[in-house]
């Protein structure tokens, strides 16, 4: 008898055991696995903050339960398995790494449910499901534009992958479209959470002159070396950052995953669940606007909200043509709006659109 | 006053008895503090130190123990020599990383074609090689100029981790992946991959790689002159040097065998557990085998054993996490105070305790 | 690419700030070293003072409070590990490595109350006259008082190593022990106290980091500044002049490498961040004036 079969009939005694989840007597489990302390104050901090809404929501009717630090690789396809074999009846695996051992661990487990963030496998018991971050960076882009003096804008990025590509193309499009004359200032810094590092980068940035600085990073020390440059804006990222208001944090970005792991355990429970890829941006409220503070012009901040408004009722999507890519070359015609897969999709967006300046780096 | 006295051999007694009396104490001390944490204490320990051995799934877990312990056991018996004879390489982390790097790259480089028997021969090699050859670099600088290797070695971490990060995003990265940073996974790919020998025992070819590394380095130290070398450095190096030990060779040999050891222990997570070059693959196991080389007395069985323990902590403290709540940064201070005790009463291994009236 | 963008002025007045932590961090390990002691516990240490520092700043409103909150945190820390390695005579590279993981740990269980605070404000020193010298002013004179006070310490430990008796029978301890235990000194008690005195500024560096430069209390925060700070006591050479040097190296590489960027330089920043490390190892081959304190990292027992 090969582990599969016992894995799968230790599952199925489990699930047997604790109870058949849909006659409500025993506590449906749900399991999070998180890359990161959930101290982190960022990423994982938010992906917590949905679970112990989950738990508010359901009340004695869930039980979750977490592993933090958990690395990328076998260590976290081991916390799967175990939470699996534990009686978890749906897990989310929050990080990009984990796509893998997911895939692997739900093939061992056929009845328990996985959801793995930011990935693109998908299987009969695995969804997917990510957050349109970019169309935030939109709102980000059209302030930005508006309120620089300097016309230069600093934005400290992390990784060179789709993502984060994604929302440098956003803002600018739209800083662009208000003020032709916008320049992007972009640093790389290689890491999603290195406080001292990401202050570093925002003050070189406003040392050349940026006086608005976007991040895509986790950590609050941009805002504090904003702050203590003064004459600088931010946007509050993954978190709200409220702190920081109302200057130099003027908005932010709030990855809100409590909706969607709600519905995604309600869902366990009424056993509707199937696999699906789910990439939801303002309009499901996964993707938050935080409050754009009084610093920012009354006007802008009307159209600024004017566009939220378009993205949740679907009338405006962030990338509608036409629009070049940064060699000239036509991505997408007038009227035009990106596919999010295939050739030149969203999800795997690698170039610059056109003005912004310098390479991506490899 | 309390005063130490060193023992001419050290004690046969305290040998066996300080891992257990620290492991006690531990769960003495650890046990005050998850009560603190308002947990009870008794649950908990049972939780971190017996449930992955004695529980309903700890068929599951006792393989897991392999898989994490494997690596540790293969890098620290390589240090373990070098450790012996004076020889400090604390830079294991990059010779791991490197010979992980050069490993994944022959396989990646043969994608797709299938020839096992060419490709995984070719890709273990490659990571002995690379991991070799990164603990040269240290070895011929210190032998060449006298640069202290501790420092050389540790510094060749941070540059191979830098090289990582390149590689992950640069030249091996999945041109199939979304454009996301990362190799294509060799695990997945049949003639590349460390497969299980027998099929979900875990036991894939690192572990037998470091079973056979423990038999060898045990022999090595008790019969072979090589271990009679390596000791002599280390206990009276000017004897040594009457002894015909010639200490340059000496050092390039201890360094070049953990490096390798290391770059084997990369390579094998690269292509088996691990499965792709990432980022963050390196999860420090370069630096706890240097604690579990110390923990296990230097002695091949001893690390063995020190490996095994630290990976029950890792395993049970997940396991505590999950099913207790325990915050993960509990399970790390538990970590340490564990380290901390076993390396404390090892005083009384080779040292007596004696009570002075006064000063002698 | 628009070089100009870089203003000179302002990238060495950054520069000074960056290289505040691991000056500090660094010259308390310089001295431990010079003693004779190998402590890579440094990050464990500098972890502890950031939350250290945080907590006594955010409840008493004072970041001065924290500081010095952060100090003795720091160098209780170290104690431990010198009662580990002094008196119960262990390993001192797996209990520096043991002693990182501990002092992780413990940080962030101390610091789950304390996540998403901002601490008190700790104002930029703009120093009269001198301040408002061109050029030099905003470098040297315009910064926070940390920036002066750990310029103070490593002028200090120069001279207190180089100059005064005290020094004199510290080096001595590190160099040879058994020697100085012949001639008298107390060696368990001069490594005790510089072991102290290094977990002191490695707390100090590590709460710069929660108070100033961040300033906000985070988990691993401190992400590997320990580490740096061993790099640059080996690259210093044991010197604490030298130490300035290689800490605005290594603090000098990481704000020119983003300065370069945010011009539009394109630069493979991986080979760009490794190459403070390979300059250390390029110093400690050339200069063989950075030999190692001769019983660095040695155990000692008096034996009589």
């Keep these: 008898m090969s582990l599969r079969t016992i894995l799968a009939g230790a599952a199925l005694a489990a699930g047997l055991t604790s109870g058949a989840v849909a006659d409500g007597h025993e506590p449906l489990t749900v399991g999070f696995v998180y890359v990161g302390p959930v101290g982190d104050g960022g990423w994982t901090y938010e992906h917590d903050q949905g679970r112990l809404a989950v738990e508010e929501a359901f009340g004695e009717k869930v039980e979750t339960v977490f592993v933090e630090n958990v690395p990328e690789g076998p260590d976290s396809e081991r916390v799967m398995t175990q939470m699996a074999l534990q009686g978890a009846d749906l897990i989310f695996t929050t990080s990009f790494g984990y796509m893998d051992p997911t895939i692997n661990v739900a093939a061992k487990f056929p009845d328990v449910k996985f959801e793995h963030a930011t990935g693109y496998k998908q299987a009969d018991n695995v969804s997917v499901y990510s957050a349109r971050f970019y169309e935030g960076r939109a709102v980000q882009g059209h302030i930005a534009g508006n309120i620089t003096e300097s016309n230069i804008v600093g934005y400290i990025a992390s990784f060179p992958i789709p993502e984060v590509i994604r929302g440098i193309n956003a803002a600018y499009l739209h800083a662009a479209a208000v003020n032709p004359d916008v320049e992007f200032k972009i640093v790389w810094v290689y890491t999603w959470f290195d406080p001292a590092k990401e202050a ?88 938050e606007i935080g409050e754009i503070t009084d610093a920012v012009p009354a006007d802008v901040k009307a159209e600024a909200l004017a566009m939220v408004e378009a993205m949740r009722t679907g009338a405006y999507h ?3 043509g036409p629009i070049n890519k940064q060699d000239g070359s036509v991505w997408l015609a007038e009227g035009e709006v990106a596919s999010d897969y295939g050739d030149d999709g969203l999800a795997g967006m690698n170039f610059y659109v056109e003005g912004v300046s310098g390479e991506i780096p490899e | 006053m309390i005063t130490l006295e060193k023992r001419p051999e050290p004690s046969q007694f305290w040998v066996f008895a300080t891992p257990l009396l620290s492991v006690l104490l531990t769960m003495v001390v650890g046990g005050m503090l998850f009560a603190a944490l308002g947990q009870n204490p008794f649950v908990a320990m049972r939780t971190i130190f017996l449930d992955p051995l004695f529980s309903e799934f700890s068929w599951f877990y006792r393989p897991q123990l392999f898989i994490k312990g494997a690596p540790l056991v293969l890098i620290a018996i390589g240090l373990s020599f070098g450790f012996r004879a004076g020889v400090w390489n604390i830079g294991a982390e990059g010779q791991y990383i490197i010979g992980a790097i050069c490993g994944a790259a022959v396989g990646l480089a043969f994608y797709p074609m299938e020839a096992r028997w060419l490709i995984f021969p070719l890709m273990v090699l490659a990571g002995a090689l690379g991991g070799w050859a990164w603990a040269m670099i240290p070895g011929i600088l210190r032998t060449r100029f006298g640069t202290n290797e501790i420092l050389v070695s540790l510094m060749l971490v941070y540059v191979a981790e830098q090289l990582l990060a390149s590689m992950a995003l640069g030249p091996l990265r999945n041109p199939d992946g979304m454009g996301f940073p990362g190799s294509r996974n060799l695990s997945q790919y049949p003639s590349a991959a460390n497969l299980e ?87 420090g196991y370069g630096f706890t085998a240097i604690i579990v080389a110390f923990l296990g007395r230097l002695h091949p069985i001893g690390i063995l054993l020190a490996a095994g323990l630290m990976a029950l902590t890792y395993i049970g403290g997940e396991i505590a996490q999950s099913n207790l709540g325990l915050p993960g940064a509990a399970i790390q201070l538990l970590q340490g105070m564990l380290l901390f005790f076993l390396l404390a009463v090892d005083v009384l291994t080779n040292y007596r305790i004696t009570w002075q009236r006064g000063r002698a | 690419m628009d070089l100009s963008a870089i203003n000179p002025i302002l990238f060495f007045a950054s520069l000074m700030v960056a290289a505040t932590p691991i000056i500090l961090a660094g010259i308390g390990e310089l001295v431990v070293e010079r003693a004779g002691v190998l402590n890579l516990g440094v990050e464990g240490m500098m972890i502890l003072g950031a939350v250290c ?51 992780l740990g413990l940080s962030a269980l101390m610091g789950q109350g304390y996540i998403g605070i901002k601490g008190p404000v700790f104002a930029d020193w703009h120093i009269p006259i001198l301040g408002d010298i061109p050029v030099l002013g905003p470098i040297m004179f315009q910064q926070d008082p940390m920036v002066y006070i750990a310029l103070l310490i490593v002028l200090g430990t120069g001279l207190f190593l180089n100059r005064t008796r005290a020094g004199l029978i510290l080096r001595a301890v590190g160099e040879n022990h058994d020697a100085a235990h012949q001639l008298g000194y107390k060696v368990i008690r001069v490594r005790l106290m510089a072991l102290a005195f290094g977990g002191a500024c490695a707390g100090l560096g590590g709460a710069y980091l929660s108070l100033v430069r961040v300033p906000q209390w985070t988990e691993g925060m401190t992400a ?35 300065n370069l960027q945010a011009a539009g330089v394109a630069i493979p920043v991986e080979y760009l961040s490794m190459s403070p490390y390979l300059a250390t190892i390029v110093v400690l081959v050339i200069m063989s004036a950075g030999r190692a304190p001769g019983s660095l990292g040695r155990i000692f027992h008096a034996s009589h």
């Design chain 3, 53 to 103: 520092g945080f907590i006594v700043a955010v409840n008493t409103g004072s970041a001065w409070l924290g500081f010095l909150g952060a100090a003795l945190g720091g160098a209780l820390l170290a104690l431990l590990f010198g009662v580990l390695t002094q008196c119960l005579l262990s390993n001192q590279v797996a209990t520096g490595l043991a002693l990182t993981l501990f002092g």
């Design chain 2, 197 to 283: 020998l027998i099929q979900e025992s875990a036991m894939h070819w690192g572990v037998v790689a470091a079973f056979i590394a423990v038999i060898f380095a045990y022999v090595a130290l008790a019969r072979h002159l090589f271990g009679f070398h390596v000791r002599l450095a280390g206990q009276a190096p000017r004897a040594a040097n009457f002894a015909g030990v010639n200490p340059n060779r000496l050092i390039l040999i201890c360094l070049g065998l953990s490096g390798t050891l290391a770059g084997l222990a990369g390579m094998f997570e690269v292509s088996g557990p691990a499965g792709q070059i990432s980022i963050d693959f390196n999860v």
């Design chain 1, 318 to 320: 962030p990338f509608t």
């Design chain 3, 224 to 258: 590997g500044a320990g580490w740096i700070a061993l790099a640059i006591v080996v690259f210093a050479g044991w010197k604490p002049w030298r130490l300035l040097l290689g800490a605005y190296l290594f603090g000098g590489v990481t704000v020119l490498q983003l």
């Design chain 1, 200 to 287: 570093e980068a925002a003050n070189v940035l406003i040392e050349q002159g940026a006086d608005v600085v976007l991040q895509h990073t986790d950590s609050t020390a941009p805002q504090a070396a904003a702050q203590a440059a003064g004459g600088v804006y931010t946007f509050g990222q993954a978190s709200d950052m409220t702190e920081f208001g109302p200057v130099p944090r003027v908005s932010s970005i709030i990855d809100n995953w409590a909706p969607y792991y709600i519905a995604r355990t309600q869902a366990v429970m009424d056993g509707t669940w199937e696999s699906v890829s789910t990439w939801d941006g303002i309009d499901t409220g996964m993707v």
